[in-house]
């Protein structure tokens, strides 16, 4: 159980363009979906909480129009890169939890590239 | 915010030998400290957590302390296989929906 899926796994784009990457829980309802960014070598920097039905929270730094989250069910959360540059690059992932679990389950992950 | 240190940075042990990752957090209130095995291009997989009522916890030949007066936490993984090879990241949390922040990453090389 506790599986979490990302869409698509890989993505290269030309810089200006946008990217949506889905997020979805396939055999739990989650409540809170977690974005987070990965760079090489380097530890995964949360961008935003996102909450089924609401706004999402961001972290300092993250701008919220640049990363577009959407968690419109308790299955599906979307994180859209808007006009996305080649600073943009670098491995998202989100995470999943549900009903009061602590745990997060990570999905495999999307990699950017921006050329 | 809550802030999480972890080291050693890189670790080198020969198969066999024990490994002892350590970790300090800053926020008194976090009482949820999971830690992730990560290998390379694939996503954090939950190892053992620990939750601040419980000193220690272990699972076969992996185990976690916790020391909330000094707000330490460790990962001890024993008698270490060359699968064992990774990065691990700890993490601490006020549990619930709450946010979990990453420590820095240990890569741990298993020498067989």
């Known amino acids: 159980g506790a599986v979490v899926s990302q869409h698509p796994s890989w993505v290269i784009c030309k810089s200006g363009t946008s990217v949506k990457i889905e997020c979805r829980s396939l055999d739990f309802q989650a409540t809170t979906m977690f974005w987070y960014r990965q760079f090489p070598k380097q530890s995964l920097m949360l961008m935003a909480t996102?909450?089924?039905?609401?706004?999402?929270?961001?972290e300092q730094g993250v701008e919220k129009d640049k990363f577009l989250i959407n968690h419109a069910s308790l299955t599906l959360s979307t994180l859209t890169v808007t006009s996305a540059h080649p600073e943009d690059s670098s491995f998202y992932i989100c995470?999943?939890?549900?009903?009061?679990?602590?745990?997060?389950?990570f999905g495999p992950g999307t990699r950017l590239l921006v050329l | 915010g809550e802030n999480v240190e972890q080291h050693p940075s890189t670790l080198s042990v020969q198969e066999g030998d024990s490994a002892v990752i350590k970790c300090t957090y800053s926020?008194?209130?976090?009482?949820?400290f999971p830690w992730y095995k990560q290998e390379l291009g694939k996503r954090p997989q939950l190892i053992i957590d620990?939750?601040?009522?419980?000193g220690e916890k272990k699972d076969q030949r992996i185990a976690v302390t916790l020391n909330k007066t000094a707000k330490h936490f460790s990962l001890h993984i024993t008698e270490t296989q060359p699968e064992d090879s990774a990065v691990y990241f700890c993490a601490a949390s006020t549990g619930g929906y709450q946010k979990v922040t990453f420590g820095t990453g240990t890569k741990l090389q298993v020498i067989p």
């Open positions: 995470s999943a939890t549900a009903g009061g679990w602590e745990t997060q389950y």
């Open positions: 926020d008194s209130a976090s009482n949820y």
């Open positions: 996102s909450n089924e039905g609401s706004k999402a929270t961001y």
């Open positions: 620990i939750r601040s009522n419980v």
